[in-house]
Nanobody, 120 residues
Framework: QVQLVESGGGLVQAGGSLRLSCAAS????????MYWYRQAPGKQRELVAG???????NYADSVKGRFTISRDNAKNTVYLQMNTLKPEDTAVYYC??????????????WGQGTQVTVSS
């Protein structure tokens, strides 16, 4: 079993910054791709950023230049540094991690979500 624990959400004024963390623990042989998604009220969940095991990152157009995804493979942790936050960034943020639990078995897990609220 694998558990994901998210932290770092909160309330911030527009223009401010927050850093989200998502730590995976349990039966992990290797973490593969890691992602951050978000879901605003009344909207579908959308991909914000992803990072490969080698560290290559990609971003949604709406956050490019403002958000940075990174990872610490030794700690099985993924981060999302969010700068110049806007009210439209308000959402519940979820991490999603693809792992190998052994050499041949892959699983996908979601974090519990953390609320990010940006006031204008």
């Amino acid at each position: 079993q694998v558990q994901l624990v998210e932290s770092g959400g909160g309330l911030v004024q527009a223009g401010g910054s927050l850093r989200l963390s998502c730590a995976a623990s349990g039966s992990i042989f290797r973490t593969n791709a890691m992602y951050w998604y978000r879901q605003a009220p009344g909207k579908q969940r959308e991909l914000v950023a992803g990072i490969t095991i080698g560290g290559s990152a990609n971003y949604a157009d709406s956050v490019k230049g403002r958000f940075t995804i990174s990872r610490d493979n030794a700690k099985n942790t993924v981060y999302l540094q969010m700068n110049t936050l806007k009210p439209e960034d308000t959402a519940v943020y979820y991490c999603n991690i693809d792992v190998n639990i052994n050499l041949s078995s892959r699983r996908n897990y979601w974090g519990q979500g953390t609320q990010v609220t940006v006031s204008s």
